[in-house]
């Protein structure tokens, strides 16, 4: 429903940004919730209204969701290497309860989750589908069984509370405007660099341009159908492919050798045993190697036949992501 406000919350981070962009371009009344003490370097140029708050302050989310027909979630907490998943459970599902609940309340045209591609489940016949169930929470750790909890906990407003939901499985998205950067944004910019000296034999992962992933969430608000999921993800690529396209957009060093997933689970055990011993949060983990590969490719037509989603090509959205991680490098 073009023309009504919307409501993007997290418009601060990455997606959220994106999401918030594309509203705003095709002419939108754009509301955003932000705390303030957010970045909000990839919003400013946007002429948006800002409210602010966080997701457990129950009146700001009843005054932000005030007026609107269309509420964009896209905050979440991406820490899947804590030690201690209590923080992650906090933001992700209890957090989003409360949004859930001021989201009932508000009598929403809809609500658009933004949940992850790690939801789906595995399967070794095919590309996995929205149809194929969380499978293996005996390998996932905190962060990926906080995304399954808060994803059935929105399917399950959308069943028993009539909340007019849907989720968004977002794959690894890649673009500009990524000034965190997100966990799988550091790599592509250190390929800017010249500095990743390697690359991980036979690993791949889903991924998506940032702005066809954003263009999704928004078609999701019009041609949704409530209480599904949609993937979106645009193809699978590989480790190597991913570093290469980077490094050449911006005439880096490429990576020299590929080097065996076993040798990184072998880091990442090390990295176990040394977050123990030291008390520390270490990003190379078993967790985090697991994550680098445990995904099948999968298929994203029914994003394609129910909202008329056409993702371009990942590979332009890397090189621009490239370009602007060695822009915003050279600038600080």
């Known amino acids: 429903m ?12 990455f997606l959220g940004s994106h999401v918030s962009r594309a509203l705003v371009e095709r002419g939108d009344d754009v509301r955003v919730l932000i705390r303030t003490t957010s970045s909000t370097a990839a919003i400013d140029d ?15 989310l009843a005054a932000a969701m005030t007026g609107c027909d269309d509420v964009f979630y896209c905050a979440v907490d991406t820490r899947a290497w804590l030690r201690d998943p209590t923080p992650l459970f906090r933001t992700n599902v209890e957090g989003l309860r409360h949004v859930l609940d001021a989201a009932v309340a508000a009598d929403l045209h809809r609500f658009v989750f933004t949940s992850s591609f790690t939801t789906i489940g595995l399967r070794d016949d ?21 995304r399954v909890e808060a994803e059935n906990l929105v399917l399950r407003y959308a069943r028993e509370k009539g909340l007019p939901a849907v989720a968004m499985c977002v794959s690894n998205t890649y673009g500009p405007g990524d000034f965190g950067p997100t966990p799988h944004g550091m790599f592509v910019s250190a390929a800017a660099s010249g500095k990743v000296p390697f690359y991980v034999e036979g690993v791949a992962n889903e991924v998506v ?41 911006v005439s880096a060093r490429p990576p020299k050798f590929g080097v065996p997933l076993r040798v990184m689970y072998a880091l990442g055990y090390f990295g176990d045993v040394m977050r123990t011993v030291l008390r520390l949060d270490m990003k190379l983990c078993s967790q985090s190697v697991r994550l680098l590969n445990v995904m099948p490719p999968m298929d994203h037509g029914k994003a394609e036949r129910e909202l008329g989603w056409r993702p371009a090509p990942v590979h332009d959205a890397i090189r621009r992501a490239a370009v602007f991680y060695l822009e915003l490098r050279r600038n600080r």
């Open 46 to 60: 946007l002429n948006v209204e800002r409210c602010y708050g966080d997701i457990f302050d129950d009146a700001a």
């Open 126 to 146: 095919g590309p996995a589908t929205e149809a194929d169930a969380f499978n293996w929470g005996e390998r996932a750790g905190g962060y990926i069984r906080s």
């Open 2 to 13: 073009a023309g009504q406000k919307k409501l993007v919350i997290g418009a601060s981070g």
């Open 209 to 249: 341009g940032i702005e066809d992933a954003a263009d999704a969430l928004v078609l999701a608000a019009e041609k949704g159908r409530n209480g599904e999921r949609y993937i979106v993800s645009e193809r699978m690529l590989s480790a190597r492919e991913l570093a290469e396209t980077a490094a050449a957009a």
